[in-house]
């Protein structure tokens, strides 16, 4: 008896599994190919922000009203400061370059200002 109550729960988790199965939508398996762009595509295009940099992770924007510089957080531990012009100062604003470990997702990822640093 027992025999075929576990051969009845089979049979009725199969029919289950198989309607669920069943039910699947072939336009999800097989979509339709676009045929025009849609309206609402963005129009992105990339634009450097400055030339030599190594591994940059963040880019912060300066937190003072009108002041316009970036800085840019490199991996290996220094933190770059591009001015409004796009030219990159030659002191690092940071470098702990000898404290960041530099191997997979470790080193100096980001960056955050204090809402005050412009006055502390």
């Known amino acids: 008896m027992k025999h075929w109550l576990n051969?009845?729960?089979?049979?009725?988790?199969?029919?289950?599994?198989?309607?669920?199965?069943?039910?699947?939508?072939?336009?999800?398996?097989?979509?339709?190919?676009?045929?025009?762009?849609?309206?609402?595509?963005?129009?992105l295009s990339l634009e450097p922000v400055a030339d030599g940099l190594t591994l940059p992770t963040n880019i912060v924007p300066s937190n003072i009203p009108g002041d316009g510089r970036l800085f840019i957080v490199q991996q290996s531990g220094a933190i770059r400061i591009v001015t409004g012009a796009g030219s990159v100062l030659?002191?690092?604003?940071?470098?702990?370059?000898?404290?960041?470990?530099?191997f997979g997702e470790n080193g100096l990822l980001g960056l955050a200002f204090h809402p005050d640093y412009a006055t502390k």
């Open 90 to 102: 030659p002191t690092p604003f940071l470098d702990i370059a000898g404290r960041a470990h530099l």
């Open 7 to 43: 051969l009845a729960f089979l049979v009725l988790l199969l029919t289950g599994v198989l309607a669920i199965v069943a039910q699947t939508d072939t336009a999800v398996l097989h979509p339709q190919p676009l045929t025009a762009a849609p309206d609402n595509i963005l129009d």
